[in-house]
């Protein structure tokens, strides 16, 4: 019996521990808050109530949440697992005491919340005041405002809140409470601004202070405050630029609206007057200057820039203008500017530095030294569009906010004002922010490009494309391989690259360069040359040169050394004497006259060469010569040698084996010819002369006078000059041994009497010793002309 | 000298005893003048809830004959001037304050009955969604609102008194009716309805310059004589 009770309250102790595992007790419901909306023109008679659950909450142990509601005779309640419930009375019991509380329970237990005792409008929340509208008065300050109720009074008694702004503005400014806790439906805002458009709010709530809840804001009612005149001046500034002629300045005036334009500006009255006070306009009258400004204009915060006039200034005369502003409701006070001559502008500030700082371009300076500075006037200026503002004498620091793009350039100028004199402006060129630049560069080859070498150019990119400073631009070039970098400061716009291949093709682009970045622009390409400039030239001069050198050298050469050449080209010629040909005599009888005849007989070859150069002195005798000559020695075609054939000609003969000369020599002929008044003298001879033509059998080749007759001549010329032209006679001993010196010095003085006049080819001598060369000639001459004379007493017949 | 002495502690005896009495009078009054205080506010709540109730209920009344007029259609101004049998009396009765807020509640309760009639008969006559249904059911709603009002502030004036009861037994309705006698008796009985709320109106607004200041009255008489 014990030991079952034992067990028994075992059993329930561990079910309770069980229970207790598995949930708790449930926690006080805590913010009990309830609600009851406007419906239509009632209150709802459903009552919405919240409140905090505190305490865990386990499935194991649900706990549920009892709404109860109790006024007078009624009760009401609303179960829920929830935070929040809703209690539905047949209708809102306006003006009961309610009491309202919830209870959490669960297995475990439960709770009820602090008791909510109070008036029903306790928890009313109307609906916002209806109707709200704005009126215009008379007044150019105040605006009246009516609405009606949201719910009848004897359902609430309402106070009210109002709130406005002007349009546009983020900022509401209150109507304190204690103007509107009367329960009224109009009120009228005061001290507002002339032409201004505000906008209006009104939200209500029980009037019992600390009941009820304030509902939505109404809609807003907007309206316009009545115009005024304007209260301050126009902010009147100006542009100067360049003039079209030579000093002389541009100035456009252009002038905001008052800040207290307190209505629509129709029009500004401007005054211009020069050093004379004389006014430009022509007369001392105001020009008027119309404007059509809109609504949304004049309504809106920024400010309208009108421009008003342009003058052309010189840089010697300065002027003051005055401009009015003028609405509906009157004129403003004059706003007042002066630009001094140009020389004669006041110093700028100092020291001006701008940099941005959180979408803002902050602006810091040092005033100038001289301390009579009014004001100061900050302008920017981008493309075409410009704005200003205004700072008093003590400002130093001011920041440019509002209407600032970002990726434009601004040049932001300080003008100091001097009681109204503009002074110097100090300027400076700034972004809000920077971007990589849109585009970049565009690169091209400046001229040809060379063989190692190609200067680019490029342009710069527009300003609007910039994006920010150039900080450096970045050259890039190729020719397939490898690509090259080269980095060229901001402000170059050309570069020459040097140490390129020749007959390559290169593809080059620029990337320009910001702190935010670079962006390239478009490939170029060119192809360097094959030769540079100027190389093909020097090669030909160099060549040409070379081929003048080398012909220079080779005549030289043959000059110089004509008689190595000779004897390497033409073989020693044997001696004549040894020839057949002084043994034979076909017709004429040698040995009666055998010294004579021996003389000629060693004649083996005569030519006798036109006389076309003969000296005019010589002319005389020309006929006579020519007679005998052409038809005594020209005559001489027997064998094809003759003083008309071409000696080479007769050479060439031979040329065609010059060692076959020598082996072949039987089958040459050399013809002789012999004149029997070899000599023609001055004096004619009355009787005909008869020639006599030998032919000589001799198988041995030519003499070189006879291979080389232009040398002959030519050394012949340099030798003198009184016989250019004369006949040759190449003259070789015959006999030796017959000849007599005695008898050889005769006939030379003989000929030197008769024969002075002509010409005669110095005589090859047999032995090589004795060539001449041009040192040696004038040693050389005299012996050999001793022997050169000798064919001629040879050939001398007497007459 | 014992004697003298035993009359000096006698003496000094008397003096802390009219102090500690003086001081208990002192204290008695002025928890008084407390209580009579609270007494007043609470008058003054009660009743002022009770008077902004009649006038909520009285307004109620007002655009539900509106808009019972204006549901009932043609000859509907006809249909509130004829006079209908067993309405309650719109007047008050009464010459005490608490026989005259009797009086309110007895008439309250007696026209209970009338409006849940008009509301039945008008269930049949109108649609649901009607405006004119909405109304009466709230001005039927709060009016035995402002009953309880009316008993709760018979309660905080006259506690001691007992709690009114409807006089003359249970409310005589109208037997059945046609449409138009319908038409008629609902009319009729928000008229006169709201006559007595404007009725209740007006005596409250006596009863609070008579009663509630009255109360005030005798707490500064109290407030003189301590």
């Given at each position: 019996m014990v030991s079952a009770r034992v067990l028994q309250l075992l059993v329930l102790a561990c079910l309770g521990s069980a229970l207790l595992a598995r949930g708790d007790r449930p926690g006080k419901p805590e913010n009990l808050s309830c609600i009851a909306l406007q419906r239509q023109t009632f209150i709802s008679s459903n009552i919405s109530c919240s409140w905090v659950p505190v305490g865990r909450q386990t499935t194991d142990v649900p706990t549920t949440y009892t709404l109860f509601l109790v006024y007078t005779d009624a009760s009401y309640n609303v179960s829920t697992h929830e935070n929040s419930a809703q209690i539905n009375t047949n209708v809102f019991p306006n003006f009961m005491e309610l009491e309202i509380w919830v209870e959490a329970h669960n297995k475990l237990g439960a709770i009820e919340s602090?008791?909510?005792?109070?008036?029903?409008?306790?928890?009313?929340?109307?609906?916002?005041?209806?109707?709200?509208?704005?009126?215009?008065?008379?007044?150019?300050?105040?605006?009246?405002?009516?609405?009606?109720?949201?719910?009848s009074k004897q359902n609430l008694g309402l106070t009210y809140q109002i709130r406005f702004r002007p349009n546009g503005s983020q900022s509401w400014t209150y109507v304190p409470l204690v103007d509107t806790a009367r329960d009224?439906?109009?009120?009228?805002?005061?001290?507002?601004?002339?032409?201004?458009?505000?906008?209006?709010?009104?939200?209500?709530?029980?009037?019992?202070?600390?009941?009820?809840?304030?509902?939505?804001?109404?809609?807003?009612?907007?309206?316009?405050?009545?115009?005024?005149?304007?209260?301050?001046?126009?902010?009147?500034?100006?542009?100067?630029?360049?003039?079209?002629?030579?000093?002389?300045?541009?100035?456009?005036?252009?002038?905001?609206?008052?800040?207290?334009?307190?209505?629509?500006?129709?029009?500004?009255?401007?005054k211009i007057q020069n050093q004379k006070d004389k006014v430009k306009n022509g007369s001392l009258d105001w020009e008027r200057i119309p404007v059509n400004r809109s609504e949304a204009d004049s309504s809106s915060n920024q400010r309208e820039i009108t421009f008003l006039k342009e003058i052309h200034l010189a840089d010697k005369k300065f002027v003051k203008v005055y401009v009015t502003a003028s609405n509906s409701m009157g004129k403003s006070a004059p706003a007042f500017l002066a630009i001094p001559e140009k020389t004669h502008e006041l110093a700028p500030v100092e020291e001006l530095r701008v940099f941005p700082e959180r979408g803002q371009l902050l602006l810091e300076w040092k005033p100038p030294n001289n301390t009579s500075v009014s004001e100061y006037v900050v302008e920017w200026v981008t493309g075409d569009k410009i704005d200003w503002k205004r700072e008093n004498?003590?400002?130093?620091?001011?920041?440019?906010?509002?209407?600032?793009?970002?990726?434009?350039?601004?040049?932001?100028?300080?003008?100091?004002?001097?009681?109204?004199?503009?002074?110097?402006?100090?300027?400076?060129?700034?972004?809000?922010?920077?971007?990589?630049?849109?585009?970049?560069?565009?690169?091209?080859?400046?001229?040809?490009?060379?063989?190692?070498?190609?200067?680019?150019?490029?342009?710069?990119?527009?300003?609007?494309?910039?994006?920010?400073?150039?900080t450096h631009y970045t050259l890039f070039y190729t020719s397939g391989t490898e690509v090259h970098a080269v980095r060229v400061p901001a402000n170059t716009t050309s570069y020459t690259l040097k140490s390129l291949s020749g007959n390559t093709k290169y593809d080059t682009w620029i990337n320009a360069s910001t702190i935010q970045g670079s962006k390239s622009g478009f490939n170029h390409s060119f192809t360097t040359l094959k030769y540079a400039p100027g190389e093909i030239e020097f090669i030909v001069v160099g060549v040409s040169l070379g081929f003048l050198f080398v012909v220079v050298m080779t005549m030289l050469l043959c000059l110089y050394k004509k008689d190595v050449l000779k004897r390497n080209f033409w073989p020693q010629i044997p001696n004549p004497g040894e020839s057949t040909i002084g043994n034979w005599s076909p017709d004429y009888p040698l040995k009666s006259e055998t010294p004579k005849e021996n003389c000629l007989s060693g004649i083996s070859v005569l030519n006798v060469c036109d006389g076309k150069s003969v000296f005019e002195e010589d002319k005389t005798s020309l006929p006579l010569k020519k007679d005998k000559y052409l038809s005594e020695e020209h005559s001489s075609g027997i064998g094809g040698s003759s003083c008309m054939s071409s000696p080479r000609q007769s050479v060439s003969d031979s040329d065609e084996g010059g060692d076959m000369a020598d082996t072949t020599a039987s089958t040459v002929q050399y013809s002789s010819v012999v004149a029997s008044n070899g000599y023609k003298g001055q004096t004619p001879s009355s009787q005909p002369q008869q020639a006599i033509f030998s032919r000589s059998e001799s198988t041995q080749p030519l003499l070189d006078s006879e291979e080389n007759p232009d040398m002959l001549v030519q050394e012949g010329s340099k030798q003198s000059h009184r016989f250019p032209q004369q006949p040759c006679f190449t003259h070789t001993v015959g006999n030796e041994d017959g000849s007599n010196p005695a008898d050889f010095n005769q006939l030379e003085m003989e000929r030197h009497e008769v024969l002075e006049p002509m010409h005669f080819c110095p005589l090859e001598e047999d032995s090589e010793q004795t060539t001449p060369t041009d040192d040696q000639s004038a040693d050389w001459l005299p012996a050999a002309q001793v022997s050169s004379y000798m064919p001629q007493l040879g050939g001398y017949r007497p007459q | 000298m014992n004697g003298h002495v035993k009359s000096m502690h006698f003496q000094q005896f008397m003096e802390l005893a009219t102090t500690l009495l003086s001081f208990?009078?002192?204290?008695?009054?002025?928890?008084?003048?407390?209580?009579?205080?609270?007494?007043?506010?609470?008058?003054?709540?009660?009743?002022?809830?009770?008077?902004?109730?009649?006038?909520?209920?009285?307004?109620?009344?007002?655009?539900?004959?509106?808009?019972?007029?204006?549901?009932?259609?043609?000859?509907?101004?006809?249909?509130?001037?004829v006079s209908v049998n067993n309405i309650p009396d719109p007047n008050i009765s009464g010459m005490e304050p608490s026989e005259r807020i009797v009086s309110i509640y007895t008439h309250l309760q007696a026209f209970f009955p009338h409006l849940k009639r008009v509301y039945e008969q008008q269930t049949d006559l109108q649609l649901p969604t009607s405006q004119l249904l909405t109304q009466l059911n709230h001005v039927s709603g709060h009016s035995k609102n402002l009953a309880a009002l009316v008993k709760i502030f018979y309660q905080s004036l006259f506690p001691n008194l007992p709690v009114p009861v409807p006089a003359g037994g249970p409310t005589t309705l109208p037997p059945p009716q046609n449409v138009f006698q319908q038409k008629v008796y609902g009319c009729v009985v928000l008229k006169t309805y709201k006559e007595f709320l404007s009725n209740v109106s007006q005596e409250l607004k006596t009863l609070r310059s008579q009663v509630c200041r009255r109360r005030k009255q005798i707490n500064t008489l109290l407030l003189r004589m301590t």
């Open positions: 602090e008791h909510l005792k109070k008036d029903a409008g306790y928890f009313v929340k109307t609906n916002p005041p209806a109707d709200v509208k704005v009126i215009p008065e008379n007044f150019p300050t105040s605006l009246l405002i009516n609405w009606n109720r949201p719910i009224i439906l109009s009120f009228r805002l005061q001290n507002l601004k002339p032409h201004t458009v505000y906008v209006t709010q009104v939200r209500c709530k029980n009037a019992k202070e600390g009941y009820g809840q304030w509902s939505e804001w109404s809609t807003s009612a907007t309206n316009r405050t009545p115009e005024k005149r304007p209260t301050s001046k126009p902010d009147l500034w100006k542009i100067v630029a360049e003039g079209d002629s030579i000093n002389e300045r541009r100035v456009r005036f252009m002038c905001k609206d008052p800040v207290s334009a307190n209505g629509r500006i129709i029009r500004f009255d401007i004498r003590s400002t130093s620091r001011t920041a440019i906010r509002g209407n600032l793009e970002k990726f434009v350039c601004y040049t932001i100028s300080v003008y100091p004002i001097y009681s109204g004199w503009t002074g110097k402006p100090a300027s400076v060129e700034a972004f809000l922010e920077q971007g990589a630049p849109l585009e970049g560069p565009i690169v091209r080859l400046k001229g040809k490009p060379g063989r190692n070498e190609a200067e680019l150019v490029w342009t710069e990119i527009p300003q609007q494309r910039r994006r920010g400073f150039i | 208990l009078l002192v204290m008695a009054v002025d928890s008084t003048r407390t209580a009579a205080a609270s007494r007043n506010q609470q008058c003054g709540n009660s009743l002022q809830r009770t008077s902004n109730l009649t006038r909520l209920v009285h307004k109620e009344s007002v655009d539900l004959i509106k808009t019972y007029k204006a549901s009932q259609g043609e000859m509907s101004e006809l249909f509130c001037k």
